[in-house]
T-cell receptor, first 114, second 112 residues
Framework: GAGVSQSPRYKVAKRGQDVALRCDPI?????LFWYQQALGQGPEFLTY????????KSGLPSDRFFAERPEGSVSTLKIQRTQQEDSAVYLC????????????FGQGTRLTVV | DQQVKQNSPSLSVQEGRISILNCDYT??????FLWYKKYPAEGPTFLIS?????DKNEDGRFTVFLNKSAKHLSLHIVPSQPGDSAVYFC???????????FGGGTRLMVKP
């Protein structure tokens, strides 16, 4: 596909469980972003990669959140010991160059922690 | 402290009329502003943008106005169509390529 792909689309986790969310950016895109969108709110920045380098992780809410992009393409957002407040839609976005202003978003993964 | 605010959570407009969505920001370092449109169960899609050195940008039925002194921008859609019904997010960037700061969104409903 030509767009940003995220999997799974939906994930239900029991509190305390670890989860891994995957993002396949548009091929060749240098920049990759993760955002968290709580119900009824706008997306909030989590972390940013330029190729394989994680240049900004200031938005990660706690040390239970970890993201990686080891080969500069696919990225994984991992949440350890999930809590109910982690329930949200997790959006991935990519852009072609580092100086771009327009980001292309995936459909998101809706995480529900029960 | 929300740096980008959309004070109207919803807006209802008749088909064919103008829709005006508003956005306010507090960070004077923002130098680029974007509007994204989001349908249910889909990711946001880019709609239109404006640089801080301009005060207007037009693309078909969509026009974005920027008032830097008031730290205010607006999106005008004219004429509005039922397919425009979606949630609209205002977003801002400082330093190109950096992360987007989003407002809370406005749900637009265009009635036939």
């Amino acid at each position: 596909g030509a767009g940003v792909s995220q999997s799974p689309r939906y994930k239900v986790a029991k509190r305390g469980q670890d989860v891994a969310l995957r993002c396949d950016p548009i091929s060749g895109h240098v920049s990759l972003f993760w955002y968290q969108q709580a119900l009824g709110q706008g997306p909030e920045f989590l972390t940013y990669f330029q190729n394989e380098a994680q240049l900004d992780k200031s938005g990660l809410p706690s040390d239970r959140f970890f993201a990686e992009r080891p080969e500069g393409s696919v990225s994984t957002l991992k949440i350890q010991r999930t809590q109910q407040e982690d329930s949200a839609v997790y959006l991935c976005a990519s852009s072609p160059q580092t100086g771009d202003t327009e980001a292309f978003f995936g459909q998101g993964t809706r995480l529900t922690v029960v | 402290d929300q740096q980008v605010k959309q004070n109207s959570p919803s807006l209802s407009v008749q088909e064919g009329r103008i829709s005006i969505l508003n956005c306010d920001y507090t960070n004077s370092m923002f130098d680029y502003f974007l509007w994204y449109k989001k349908y249910p169960a889909e990711g946001p899609t880019f709609l239109i943008s404006i640089s801080s050195i301009k005060d207007k940008n037009e693309d078909g039925r969509f026009t974005v106005f920027l008032n830097k002194s008031a730290k205010h921008l607006s999106l005008h859609i004219v004429p509005s169509q039922p397919g425009d019904s979606a949630v609209y997010f205002c977003a801002a960037i400082h330093n190109a390529g950096n992360m987007l700061t989003f407002g809370g969104g406005t749900r637009l409903m265009v009635k036939p």
